[in-house]
């Protein structure tokens, strides 16, 4: 069973507000990752991070920043939201186990910017 | 470069009916990871199973089938007797070898929107 949090579920925020979305893990992962994703739609990786202190870009460029300052917290932050901003976010954690590499996604925020 | 095709964007059946996702994927690895994944409409991604490029064994696991066929770089998906619960969206993602810069990171496809009507 995975245990990955994100928070808030859904947040409707006005444009040029600053969001921070919460994701934590309690699986000891090393590897976490940020992807975008519109409803039904492909999932584009944002960021991921290979361990504490460690982050990159990933294959979507974003305006958001994230930081990993702790092994089970991988937050992600937006300066200053904007309706291009409205989309979900996913975010998954990977670790060695069982001899498999799955990322095990948390439920999602859904963000909206008005 | 890595890519997964899932060349099926929805696929409709009536209950009870089977019904198989298809997915086609390129890699230069030899060693390479393939999984799927479903997405109901509530929106997290629930995995569902892993295969190793070495291992071609194929897997059934209640109603869940995959049939991995590395001469044909296919890795498909069957569902036996859908249920309306089955309704959602199926990625098939690949993940390359540990001893590149890049393993772990996962390449989806598009995806394929599964509508099972009672």
């Known amino acids: 069973e995975a245990d990955i949090y994100q928070t808030p579920r859904y947040l409707v925020i006005g444009t040029g507000k600053k969001i921070t979305l919460e994701c934590s893990q309690t699986?000891?992962?090393?590897?976490m990752y940020w992807y975008q994703q519109d409803p039904g739609m492909e999932l584009h990786l944002i960021h991921y991070?290979?361990?504490?202190?460690?982050?990159e870009k990933g294959d979507l460029s974003s305006e958001s920043t994230v930081s990993r300052i702790r092994t089970e917290h991988f937050p992600l932050t937006l300066e200053s939201a904007r309706p291009s901003h409205t989309s979900q976010y996913l975010c998954a954690s990977s670790g060695f186990g069982s001899g498999g590499y799955e990322q095990y996604f948390g439920p999602g925020t859904r963000l909206t910017v008005t | 470069a890595q890519k997964v095709t899932q060349a099926q964007t929805e696929i409709s059946v009536v209950e009870k009916e089977d019904v198989t996702l298809d997915c086609v994927y390129e890699t230069r690895d030899t060693t390479y990871y393939l999984f799927w994944y479903k997405q109901p409409p509530s929106g997290e991604l629930v995995f569902l199973i892993r295969r190793n490029s070495f291992d071609e064994q194929n897997e059934i696991s209640g109603r869940y089938s995959w049939n991995f066929q590395k001469s044909t770089s296919s890795f498909n998906f069957t569902i036996t007797a859908s249920q309306v619960v089955d309704s959602a969206v199926y990625f098939c993602a690949l993940s390359e070898a540990p001893t590149t810069d890049s393993w772990g990171k996962l390449q989806f496809g598009a995806g394929t929107q599964v509508v099972v009507t009672p």
């Open positions: 991070s290979y361990g504490v202190n460690s982050t």
């Open positions: 699986m000891g992962h090393d590897k």
